[in-house]
Nanobody, 111 residues
Framework: VQLVESGGGLVQAGGSLRLSCAASGFTFRLADMSWFRQAPGKEREFVARISWSGSSTYYANAVKGRFTISRDNAKNMLHLKLNSLKPEDTAVYYC?????WGQGTQVTVSS
């Protein structure tokens, strides 16, 4: 299993980013997928989850209404659109499948 995140960067508060996760080594189209994040000095926390078909999505209260999780099963890609970013969204964002994790992509939001 391999999960490779991309799309992080430095953005001003109120800005947007789109994170991507390229998945391989398993049957992506049948896998529920998630995004987590870990801020400095804090535990890793759940951000969003999407069902294998894309028909169901779930969000942490902190990001609900601002972030959107999506997937492209034809391309084995998972995405996370981050809108209305806040400094407290600063973290390393991780793609997750079962017990597998990507290496993470850094998102930094300046005030």
């Amino acid at each position: 299993v391999q999960l490779v995140e991309s799309g992080g960067g430095l953005v001003q508060a109120g800005g947007s980013l789109r994170l991507s996760c390229a998945a391989s080594g398993f049957t992506f189209r049948l896998a529920d997928m998630s995004w987590f994040r870990q801020a400095p000095g804090k535990e890793r926390e759940f951000v969003a989850r999407i069902s294998w078909s894309g028909s169901s999505t779930y969000y942490a209260n902190a990001v609900k209404g601002r972030f959107t999780i999506s997937r492209d099963n034809a391309k084995n890609m998972l995405h996370l659109k981050l809108n209305s970013l806040k400094p407290e969204d600063t973290a390393v964002y991780y793609c997750n499948y079962d017990r597998y994790w990507g290496q993470g992509t850094q998102v930094t939001v300046s005030s």
